[in-house]
């Protein structure tokens, strides 16, 4: 198999102020593979890929790409990209205004003789380029015109046509649906076949055995090992990940755990805004309420809707039995409500705050800035959720963006834990962290409704609800088309969402 190895890093050792995010680790690619490389949030996944692709200088190492001879240090992704390394991030870096053709040659653009931009070959060339990854693609067209798997098969087929060798692919299904997922791997296991060697870098651990041939396993900044995917089951691979054996996550829902014959916490009635239909639900104190559906069934906007985060266009609200008007969040704030979003980057984090800063900022939107939090509760607040929640980081004043991310979203959950809210929003709390976070996570949503929080929970994994809720509201293009309890199965679920099935 040596022969056919196309990528080798050795001993490669990386660290950070007071974190060694690498120690002495090796990865090995071979040409025609699908590789995963797997490990919780924090376990150095992609610090070793900031080390391959010249965004981090390595303290230790050495890296050989086939047909260079020698070691190859890279101090850039595009010197990375000449080199036959080609990396497509989970945020998608190419420009929306421009169209796909100009997307394709940005940076690289062929000149005609009198040198101004060819557009006409790059036209031609683009249209070639689609056809041979059999992509059905208008490249005259913005790339904002198009899905967002469809941009993530375009930045794919950009990185195809510089000649990588290697293409490392950082959590790219994290925001598609199972639709589109089954495309992007039918191109991955196209240029496989073609001869690329394949990173991918995911924590949905059903989609590593539905396509990728070898997992390389990372645990605290360390290798764990390297496997064949048929060696390697996956409580064999949750094992090591976790670093011990693993119980079956489905137990972690004990019968009797959730008592929702409390008060009425949230009552929407006939509640509407330009993409939901009208709608009614209700959440009581100690009740976790799913919201389900397909991706784009409206089950974000739902949530928006109570939260105030949406303009609502019909209906009322009441909020513990009296009528209520939340026309903007802080509204909600100030009733004793939290929303953790969706899209953590965009609107949970504020990534160049502290962890202290980050973990305070609704406490004081619900004071009020003329009423500012003394620096000493400040750091009370945040050294108590720090601890509860198990957070890694170095001290309560390490930039949050230093963090992974699954202890960025616990510090987003604990800005809203240290107002001590009655009613909760978790909008997909787990989407792209590890399972150890993802079930300390779920475990806390089930201890919190024990307590006698109301809490609405989304998730795009229907174990995950069916593990963590105990009634579920069904979405379907942007409707409620109705609600589950009791014994609910996946088959159930899955048969509501694709029927309609009223409850």
Not at 95 to 122: Q, W
Not at 275 to 289: A, C, H, N, S, T
Not at 349 to 359: C, Q
Request: some cysteine; glycine content about 8%; charged content about 25%.
């Amino acid at each position: 198999m040596e022969d056919k190895v196309v990528l080798t890093m050795r001993n490669i050792t990386m660290t950070f102020p007071g974190v060694k995010a690498l120690d002495d680790v090796d990865f090995t690619l071979r040409k025609g593979e699908i590789h995963a490389l797997m490990g919780e949030n924090g376990a150095g996944k992609s610090t070793l890929i900031k080390c391959l692709n010249g965004v981090h200088d390595f303290d230790n190492g050495q890296i050989s790409i086939e047909g260079i001879k020698g070691d190859i240090l890279n101090h850039s992704t595009l010197e990375a990209q000449l080199r036959g390394i080609s990396t497509v991030f989970q945020e998608i870096n190419l420009c929306p205004n421009l169209s796909v053709a100009e997307n394709l040659f940005i940076g690289r653009e062929p000149l005609t003789k009198l040198k101004t931009i060819d557009r006409k070959t790059i036209v031609t060339r683009s249209q070639e380029l689609m056809q041979r990854l059999d992509l059905h693609v208008d490249v005259q067209k913005n790339l904002e015109d198009f899905s967002l798997a469809m941009q993530q098969m375009i930045a794919i087929a950009r990185a195809v046509d510089m000649d990588c060798k290697v293409l490392v692919l950082d959590e790219p299904t994290s925001s598609l649906d199972d639709v589109e997922v089954a495309k992007l791997f039918d191109l991955m296991r196209d240029l496989r076949d073609r001869g690329i060697g394949i990173v991918f870098v995911t924590h949905f651990l059903e989609q590593v055995y539905a396509v990728c041939d070898r997992i390389t396993v990372l645990r605290n900044g360390a290798l764990v090992g390297e496997y064949p995917i048929d060696d390697l089951p996956r409580i064999k691979l949750i094992a090591a990940m976790m670093g011990k054996d693993f119980d079956d996550l489905a137990n972690i829902k004990p019968e009797g755990s959730i008592n929702s014959h409390g008060e009425m916490l949230i009552d929407a009635k006939n509640l509407g805004t330009s993409k939901i239909k009208p709608f009614d639900l209700q959440i009581k104190r100690g009740e976790v309420v799913g919201l389900t559906g397909l991706l784009g069934s409206g089950r974000s906007e739902l949530a928006r809707a109570i939260y105030g985060a949406d303009k609502v266009t019909s209906g009322s609200i009441q909020a513990k039995g009296n009528d209520v008007k939340i026309s903007k969040p802080l509204d909600s704030i100030h009733l004793g409500m939290g929303m953790l979003p969706d899209d953590r980057k965009a609107e949970g984090i504020i990534d160049d705050l502290s962890v202290r800063e980050n973990i305070i900022l609704a406490v004081q939107a619900r004071r009020g800035m003329m009423h500012l939090v003394p620096m000493k509760e400040q750091c009370e607040i945040a050294d108590k959720f720090i601890e509860l929640l198990q957070i890694k980081t170095p001290s309560r004043e390490t930039l949050l963006k230093q963090l992974s991310g699954g202890n960025q979203q616990k510090v987003v959950i604990a800005r809203w834990l240290a107002t001590d809210p009655d009613f909760l929003i978790l909008d997909e709390p787990t989407r792209g962290i590890d399972i150890g976070t993802k079930t300390e996570i779920q475990k806390l949503v089930i201890k919190l409704a024990q307590e006698g929080k109301g809490i609405i929970f989304i998730s795009s994994e229907i174990e995950e609800m069916l593990r963590t809720c105990n009634r579920m509201a069904v979405l379907r293009d942007g409707e409620k088309v109705g609600e589950l309890s009791g014994d609910m199965t996946q088959e159930s679920v899955m048969r509501a969402i694709a029927g309609g099935e009223r409850g």
